[in-house]
Every structure is written in structure tokens, then in C-alpha cells.
């Protein structure tokens, strides 16, 4: 068994990335800058947006965080998004999900002008996904890809079961493991909260990559023997032995399953970290993209 590192992919990324700003900086170019849109403070939101101004210090980016009261009106929050889309400082921006529940989400993500659009949520950006054109692809499913690749794992012809439709994850993750290139030529299910025999269905998957949103969901008898799982899930389960008083745990049951992969990703030190480094390459290319 293999343990597919996204913390190790990542920070090779990350020095991919600071090269690339080093030579911006030598040649008298912007640095790219990634701004980061925070409403309320829900713990963990507040937890990934702390830890992607991190990120772009780390790589050498410009960063700033909006912090918005989670009794802002949705059309206060939109004049802010205005704001970002015509400061020519800020190449890119992401507004962290969830939204308090009185705000359109859907109606916020469309606001987004689509060449400062680094989370990929944008119809435009999802369009361009779809007909192969270079663009933003939604940060999750793009940094799954990059950790197939790391790995060099093989994916043309084999069958891909992704369970979840959401928007961000399992949606476009299935479109990207069917595309004509590498990593995709998979022949792709997509499974959803309305499927039959779902253990049917991942006990025949050669990549199973699971975004259900359950704790430890899937258990050893629902994978196949030399199988590759992708876990996308977390979840802050409390735990007083620990410092932060909680651990993470992924939509796999770990222990159960590892024994039979051939690789599988953990979590945490998976897909968590590989998000961020997507978010920080789909900066660079805004910078790119626009120059
Ligand atoms: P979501 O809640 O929007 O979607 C869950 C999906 O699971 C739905 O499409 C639903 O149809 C499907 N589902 C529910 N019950 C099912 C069942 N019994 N059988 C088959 N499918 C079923 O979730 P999401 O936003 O895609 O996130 C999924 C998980 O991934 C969450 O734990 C989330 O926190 C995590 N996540 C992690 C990252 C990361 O960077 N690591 C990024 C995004 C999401």
C-alpha cells in the first residue's frame, strides 16, 4: 500500500510556485495576490482561510482576508465582491463556503468576475472545464488530479466510481477522470444519495474517490482488493485527549480499508492540503492568463 502524501505534493507545489514568483520579482512583475473573503466565525472556515493566507506566504504571494459580520445583508457582501473584482491589486479571490444561511450562495459565486474566479466555481470556469479550455479548475478535483499524477497512477481505461454530486467536488471530479488526457480515460459512475447498492457499485471501482460528507462511510468490504481510494471528506470529531480538543477524520474508515489499497490517501496529510496548493496555482495562472 502506498499512502498518497498530499501533504508531500503539496509542499512540492509550493516550491514549484516560489520559483515561479522569484522570477516575477526578478523581472520587475506583480506578485501574484490572492484575497480571501471570510463571513462569520465558523471555526472551521476561519481554519482553512488562516491556513491559505499561510499558504501564500509561504510560496511568496501577496494575501489579504475580508473579515464580514455574519449578519452582513447579501447585497452589502456583493458591493464587496465589486470591490475585489475592480481592485487591480488582487489577482484572484476566493469567498469561503458556507454562507450564512440568508445569503444566495449561487447568486455570490456568479459575482465573482471569472478571471479573479481561483476557486473554479464560476459557471464560466465550470463551462471552460467542460470543453477543455484552460482556465480555473475547481480547486479539490484539480488537486486530486495532481496527486494521481504525482504518483503516476494509471487511470486510462479503469473504471472511476466518485461518490457525491456536489458542485465543488464529486460533479466536476467526474468530468475530469472522463476527459481525454492524463489523468482521466476513465469510464466514470457517479454516485449520489439516491443510488441502489452503492457497496455493489464501489466494490467494483479501480479508483474509488469518495466526497459523501459522512465519517469513516466506507468500510473494507466496500472496496476492491488493490484498489486506489481518494478520501475527501473531514470531519472535526471532539476529542478532549487532544490539544485542540478535536481529531479529523475522512469519509474512509482508514485503518479498515488501507490494508487492501494499492494507494489511498489520508486524512488528514491528503486532499486537504492539495486544495490549498490549487488554489495557489490557479492564482498564478490568473497572473498568466491576464499578461
Ligand atoms: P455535499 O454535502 O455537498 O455532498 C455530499 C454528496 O454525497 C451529495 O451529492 C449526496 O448526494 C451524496 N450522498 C449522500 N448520501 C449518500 C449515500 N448514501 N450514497 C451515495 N451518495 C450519497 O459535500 P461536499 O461539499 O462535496 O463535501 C464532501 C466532503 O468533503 C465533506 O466532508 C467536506 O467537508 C469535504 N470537503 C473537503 C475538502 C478538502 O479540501 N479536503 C474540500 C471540499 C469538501
Known amino acids: 500500500m502506498v499512502l498518497v502524501s498530499g501533504k508531500e505534493v503539496s509542499n512540492k ?16 512583475r506583480k506578485i501574484p495576490h490572492l484575497a ?12 482553512y482561510v488562516n491556513a491559505k493566507v499561510k499558504a501564500c506566504e509561504r510560496v511568496g504571494f501577496g494575501s489579504s482576508l475580508v473579515k464580514l459580520d455574519s449578519n452582513i445583508s447579501e447585497a452589502d457582501l456583493l458591493v464587496e465582491i465589486e470591490k475585489l473584482n475592480n481592485d487591480t491589486e488582487v489577482d484572484g479571490f476566493i469567498v469561503q463556503l458556507p454562507l450564512p444561511k440568508h445569503i444566495d450562495e449561487q447568486k455570490v459565486t456568479e459575482a465573482i468576475a471569472p478571471e479573479k474566479d481561483v476557486d473554479g466555481f464560476h459557471p464560466v470556469s465550470l463551462g471552460k472545464m467542460l470543453l477543455d479550455i484552460p482556465s480555473f479548475l475547481p480547486a479539490t478535483p484539480y488537486g486530486i488530479t495532481e496527486m494521481l499524477k504525482h504518483y503516476n497512477i494509471p487511470t486510462e481505461g479503469k ?18 477522470m472522463a476527459r481525454n488526457s492524463y489523468p482521466g480515460n476513465c469510464t466514470v459512475t457517479l454516485t449520489h444519495s439516491k443510488t441502489q447498492n452503492l457497496a455493489e457499485i464501489t466494490k467494483a471501482a479501480d479508483i474509488l474517490i469518495v466526497a459523501i460528507g459522512k ?14 481510494v481518494i478520501d475527501v471528506g473531514i470531519h472535526r470529531i471532539e476529542d478532549s485527549s487532544k490539544k485542540s ?4 477524520l475522512g469519509d474512509v474508515n482508514f485503518d479498515e480499508v488501507a490494508p487492501k489499497c494499492a494507494f489511498i490517501s489520508p486524512v488528514p496529510g491528503g486532499v486537504g492540503p492539495m486544495t490549498i496548493a490549487s488554489l495557489l496555482k490557479n492564482t498564478l495562472l490568473a497572473v498568466q492568463l491576464r499578461d
Open 245 to 248: 480538543g478535536y481529531r479529523l
Open 215 to 228: 465519517p469513516e462511510f466506507i468500510t473494507a468490504d466496500m472496496v476492491k482488493e488493490g484498489a486506489t
Open 159 to 176: 473504471h472511476c466510481v466518485v461518490i457525491g454530486r456536489s458542485h465543488i467536488v464529486g460533479s466536476p471530479m467526474s468530468v475530469l
Open 36 to 47: 480571501a473573503v471570510l463571513v462569520g466565525e465558523d471555526g472551521a472556515s476561519r481554519t
Open 13 to 28: 507545489i509550493k516550491d514549484e510556485i516560489a520559483v515561479e514568483v522569484e522570477k516575477l520579482k526578478k523581472n520587475g
